[in-house]
């Protein structure tokens, strides 16, 4: 048990559609980042939000963003869905104390 | 970023045995973890080793930052070590540079 949650667990979308993730950290943890992971494969990093602002980004195309709130809350959207952008995403709540980062179970998404 | 390579793949165990993982990397880090991610995605903390060696009941870890590599140790294997193992260092900021993995199975 991490103490970060996801949800959905599951989704399904078509192509061409826009989908919202969401993510709740630890309490007092300020830093999430969201990776996403294709099957077979090591998670990808996608993006860093630190106190509500995008500090670090991956070679992710403009059409996934996100967003931080004040609540240790946080969303990952993805516009214009592709068949590759199927994967499983998951979000990281960083621990600065310790410098441990921890994972939430994930959200698998399907395009078809 | 950085390049992670992870070895072996692939490793099939008998229940009890030991075995090594380890973890090549690129560049210098300023922090490495060690996951497991179990067969429903779940990626679990195993250690925070940016240097040195650490222990935890049945798995151990080393990390030799000078020649940028890390060492998972597990011994006596059981069916619930069963999953996909990445180490993840840190090279600047924070964000994690995930290898490919090892897929471990433990048959009983």
């Known amino acids: 048990e991490t103490g970060v949650t996801q949800s959905p667990t599951h989704l399904i979308k078509t192509r061409g559609q826009q989908v919202t993730l969401r993510c709740s950290s630890q309490?007092?943890?300020?830093?999430v980042s969201w990776y996403q992971q294709a099957l077979g494969q090591g998670p990808q990093f996608i993006f860093q939000y630190y106190r509500e602002e995008e500090n670090g980004r991956g070679n992710f195309p403009p059409r996934f963003s996100g967003l931080q709130f004040p609540n240790y809350s946080s969303e990952l959207n993805v516009n214009a869905l592709e068949l590759d952008d199927s994967a499983l995403y998951l979000c990281?709540?960083?621990?600065?104390?310790?410098?441990?980062?921890?994972f939430g179970p994930g959200t698998r998404l399907t395009v078809l | 970023g950085i390049q992670v390579e992870q070895s072996p793949p692939d490793l099939i165990l008998q229940e009890g045995a030991n075995s090594t993982l380890r973890c090549n990397f690129s560049d210098s880090v300023n922090n490495l973890q060690w996951f497991h991610q179990n067969p429903w995605g779940q990626l679990i903390n195993l250690f925070y080793?940016?240097?040195g060696t650490k222990q935890n009941g049945r798995l151990s870890a080393t990390t030799v930052a000078t020649e940028r590599y890390s060492l998972l140790y597990i011994s006596s294997s059981q069916t619930t070590d069963s999953g996909v193992y990445f180490c993840?260092?840190?090279?600047?900021?924070?964000?994690?540079?995930f290898g490919t993995g090892t897929s471990l199975t433990v048959i009983p």
């Open positions: 993840a260092p840190i090279h600047t900021g924070n964000q994690f540079y």
């Open positions: 309490s007092g943890h300020n830093t």
């Open positions: 990281a709540s960083r621990d600065t104390s310790t410098d441990t980062q921890y």
């Open positions: 080793i940016p240097s």
